[in-house]
Structures are given as C-alpha cells and as structure tokens.
C-alpha cells in the first residue's frame, strides 16, 4: 500500500525511544557528566521515584537494571536517563517527525562524545496510538477468529513479534480500551495500538554517534508502514491521509 506521510487527524498519544548502552563511568557519576553538558539548555532535572531504591538491587534486578532515574523536560518533550539507559519522550500533540527527531539528535549530539557510553546494546522506537469510539477488528485490517467465531466489538488484546531485516516490530493491539485525556482526566473508549520497533544488533561507541539517525529513521519507517497496514480502509480514510 501507499504509505501516508502524515495524518491530520493523527492518533498519536505518546512516542518514546529506548536506547541502552554500557557504561564506562560507576552509575552514580553518570548523571554529573550528562548534566555538565545539558545545563546550559535545560533546567536541573527530577529524580523519578524508583531512585529511592538501592542501588545493588537496581543493578542486580533486571526489572530495574533499565530504568531511568531522572527525567528532563521541554515542553512536551522528555529527556529520561539512568546508568545503562536513555529514554527520550514526545507525549502529545505531536510534533512530527521532523521536530520529534531533531529533539532526539540535540541531546545525542550535547551528550554523545562524553565518552560514558561504551556501546549500545538495544534502540527501539515505540509509538502507542489510540483511536476513539473505534472498534479495530471490525473497521481495521485485523481480523481474529476463535473457534469459528469472528471477535469483533468484544475486550480482546492481542501481542506478536514480526521479524523485519535488522529489526523486530512488536505490534500490540487492543480492543474496548480505555485511556484518560491528560487535560480534563475524562476517560475515552476505543482502540489502541502499540507498535515497538526494536534494533538490537551491538554498537560501540563510534559506531551508535554515526549511526544512531540512520537506524532510528528505518525504525520510524518500519512503524509507519505496519501501522498504516493494520488501519487500511475506513479508519485511516477518516484521519485525513495526506501522501
């Protein structure tokens, strides 16, 4: 299919990109040799709460190992870091893509030749989606049948991993889902889709500064084209496709 180059009407709830890497500096220095180089740009950063926990089990546990620790904002747009991971943030309105990955590439670029990284290990570029009012397996171009009988408007979440060259796209879907509107806290009904596109081949140093806008751009297009394939027919019509 003719892959969109935008939506008017995009669905676009939040993007995020993890990327992890291995340090060469102990974990508790990380955040002093990041914010030498950001502090002209952005303001002191938050601690998250999970920094509360000790340091050993944050090492040792692997569901801490890749948290974040402190987080960075400008505007809708967030920096998170913690010693063996960054997570950059775009809740919406989105910005595009253009503005979206120029935010990504400024802190790389501030950050990038401090030397604390020594490689990296995993990127991957998420984009989670929701659609109002909207049932998937009906008006999309997913359709599920169990014993015989089609699911349609029923409380269904689905998860696959799709294989795609260097990459893994980790599509999840779900129906009847329910999400809370950041400005008014009213609770909306309707579809979501979650798409992770994940890289991770091993990357030294030099190799994620030359590379990293290459790889992360073929994310970005990987997603695009299986999101637009999922919503093909009447729910990407009613988003206002521009090509």
């Known amino acids: ?60 546990d692997p569901n801490f190992r890749y948290m974040p620790l402190y987080t960075f904002s400008r505007d809708n747009f967030f ?49 989670i989606n929701f659609f109002e009012s909207t049932h998937l397996f009906t008006d999309g ?8 009988k089609q699911i349609s408007r029923e409380a269904t979440t689905i998860r696959t991993e799709i294989p795609d060259g260097d990459f893994v796209k980790v599509l999840k879907v779900a129906n009847q889902a329910t999400v809370t509107a950041s400005a008014d806290k009213t609770p909306r009904n309707g579809s979501l889709i979650d798409i992770d596109c994940v890289n991770v081949a091993a990357m030294s140093q030099g190799s994620f500064l030359s590379n990293y806008q290459q790889t992360i751009a073929t994310a970005h297009e990987k997603e695009k084209e299986l999101f637009f394939s999922v919503i093909e027919g009447s729910i990407l019509d009613s988003r206002r496709p521009e090509y």
Do not use: C
Not at 87 to 98: I, K
């Open 1 to 60: 299919m003719k892959v969109p180059v935008r939506l008017k009407d995009d669905p676009i709830l939040e993007s995020i990109l993890e990327i992890r890497y291995e340090p060469s500096i102990p974990d508790d220095a990380v955040l002093g040799v990041v914010y030498s180089q950001m502090r002209s740009d952005f303001d002191p950063p938050q601690q998250l709460p999970v920094v509360n926990i000790p340091a050993d089990i944050r090492r040792s």
């Open 79 to 127: 920096f998170r870091l913690g010693p063996r991971v960054l997570v950059f943030s775009h809740v919406a309105p989105y910005a595009g893509w253009n503005g979206w990955a120029a935010f990504i590439s400024m802190v790389i670029e501030m950050i990038g030749n401090t030397g604390f990284i020594t490689g990296v290990n995993r990127i991957g570029l998420r984009y």
């Open 141 to 148: 171009n997913i359709r599920i049948t169990l014993a015989e």
